[in-house]
């Protein structure tokens, strides 16, 4: 299970050892707001890690835990996972492959976003030999709208993932 880093970032393969930083993470009810709507319990995310290692082991791509260099700090979660036509926690191999993420609120505004995108995506092309990359969001969550823009994604429209009508953009390997 790869772990890359960045200038500012090391983005390890979920382990148990994340749980406590993970759940900081997912019980913030702002970063929740266009993921779940909702935070997520600590038995929620016990069940997440759970899910995810198998994931690792199962396909070789799944989330990675955000670590801040400087401090040691998980500061956010980041996927390549196959997208899902319904809110199902089973990945759909037949979908697209995803890139996404989500940080803590103190580290908002600060590139972060993108730089652990930009290496996820380098994954994807470089390792994985993907040929297309999808990301999604909530129509009102124009900051995670930019940061797809800022990797150079092109607008789909909205389009049917999870269950409901997303903003959705993608990008080649070229």
């Known amino acids: 299970m790869p772990t890359l880093t ?13 749980v406590a930083g993970l759940n ?4 913030d009810p702002e970063v929740m707001r266009y993921i779940s709507g909702r935070p997520e319990t ?7 890690v759970a899910r995810v290692k198998q994931r690792w082991v199962e396909f070789g791509y799944a989330w990675w835990s955000f670590f ?12 390549l996972q196959n997208l899902r036509r319904e809110a199902s926690v089973h990945p759909d ?8 993420w989500r940080l ?18 380098c994954f994807a092309f470089d390792d994985l030999h993907a040929d ?11 900051a995670s709208a930019n940061v797809m823009k800022r990797l ?16 959705t953009y993608s990008m080649t390997r070229r």
Do not use: K
């Open 6 to 18: 960045t200038a500012r970032l090391r983005l390890e393969p979920f382990t148990d050892s994340h």
């Open 24 to 27: 900081a993470l997912n019980a």
């Open 42 to 48: 600590m038995e929620e995310t016990v069940a997440v």
């Open 68 to 79: 801040d260099v400087a401090s040691g700090e998980l500061v956010g979660a980041g996927c």
């Open 93 to 100: 191999p037949a979908c697209p492959l995803e890139i996404g």
């Open 104 to 121: 803590r609120r103190d580290r908002w505004g600060q590139g972060l976003a993108t730089e652990a995108a930009q290496a996820i995506a």
């Open 132 to 142: 297309e990359l999808y990301a999604v969001c909530d129509p009102a969550n124009l």
């Open 152 to 167: 150079g994604m092109h607008f789909r429209g909205l389009q049917r993932w999870y269950g409901q009508d997303l903003s």
